[in-house]
């Protein structure tokens, strides 16, 4: 399938400028973190270094996590549930079955209204091609972890694809009438791919650039409450923290509301522990907003942030490789 050509959409703003009009959607000045709440498991066998990226919704009265595992040689995905997060990381883990390879990781999950199903995407390494695939898995009954189906590719990642590359962090969100796929490339560059809803998950033939600026990875995109915005959240290399970005519509422009250090969605210079809490990052990376309800519209509720995230302390990186860095998740709250 060949790829249309991508049409840059540029976003005019002064460098460090916090953007707060009226009609600006109004985030934390400050947030409180939680203890690390899910933390790599100790075990004999295939044993955790780091749980990172995690995706969850509530069902039921009970939280669902899935999140990457962090393995001797290989990433995959694990998944919990508990009703109560003070049971997080005592609940039990269990490595989902999706794939042979030894490399899938980084999972969004959402519930599909049109097919009546739980979707789980994610990244998949093909030892056919230096490519991933951006893959799906399937379930009618989210709290059965083995009743998932097999990866399957959205976009294969072959020779004849090339929108995937150096592409991660694939994320969808949907409108009335389109599916969005968006995705980060490392290098300042998050894109835009989209199909019908009738054709989801497959149909993402129109391609286009859609923000460009001095972020990473990890793009995390919301329709907000009552606004009518949509908020997309984008982590910044180095000490991890997020930046922040709004548009009336999926297709843009995006202007940034949040993007630096000193005026961020979530940093070091705007994050402290909760009462009672020791100090155990100063690192904000790889993170989910808790959201409203639990379908592909990814609706968010701006009175009640919460952000779920990967932590760490900075010096930690000096003493291991990025492979053996001992993330851990926990939750921010707003606190102003």
């Known amino acids: 399938m060949k790829a249309r050509s991508c049409l840059l959409l540029l976003v005019f703003t002064i460098a460090g400028e916090f953007t707060c009009g009226e009609d600006t959607i109004r985030l934390p000045k400050q947030w409180e973190y939680s203890a690390a709440l899910i933390s790599p498991e100790t075990r004999d066998e295939v044993p955790s270094r ?130 969005h796929l968006f995705l980060t490339s490392l290098k300042g560059k998050m894109w835009r791919l989209w199909t019908t809803k009738e054709e989801f998950p497959n149909g993402f033939r129109d391609c286009e650039l859609a923000l460009r600026g001095k972020f990473f990875e990890a793009s995390h995109t919301y329709r907000v409450k009552d606004t009518g915005k949509y908020l997309t959240l984008i982590e910044q290399s180095g000490k991890r923290f997020f930046k922040a970005y709004e548009a009336d519509q999926l297709d843009g422009p995006w202007t940034p509301i949040a993007d630096t250090r000193q005026t961020p969605f979530a940093a070091d210079t705007n994050i402290r522990p909760a009462p009672g809490v020791s100090e155990w990052t100063d690192n904000v990376s790889h993170g989910e907003l808790i959201r409203a309800q639990n379908d592909e519209r990814l609706l968010v509720d701006l009175s009640r942030m919460r952000f779920v995230f990967q932590g760490l302390r900075e010096q930690e990186k000096s003493t291991k490789s990025y492979g053996g860095l001992r993330w851990r998740i926990g939750v921010l709250t707003a606190a102003e």
């Open 50 to 179: 780091a749980q990172k990226d995690p995706t969850l919704v509530q069902h039921e009265g009970r939280w669902h996590v899935f999140m990457t595992v962090k393995l001797p040689g290989r990433s995959a995905i694990e998944y919990c549930s508990f009703d109560d997060w003070k049971k997080a990381n005592e609940s039990e883990r269990i490595r989902l079955p999706l794939s042979e390879s030894d490399y899938f990781c980084a999972p969004q999950v959402f519930y599909f209204r049109p097919h009546r199903l739980w979707y789980l995407v994610y990244q998949v390494g093909n030892p056919d091609s230096k490519k991933m695939w951006v893959a799906y898995s399937t379930t009618n009954d989210i709290n059965q972890p083995h009743s998932w189906t097999k990866a399957k590719p959205m976009l294969d990642g072959g020779p004849s694809d090339p929108r995937t590359v150096g592409g991660l962090d694939y994320w969808i969100i949907c409108d009335d009438s389109r599916a």
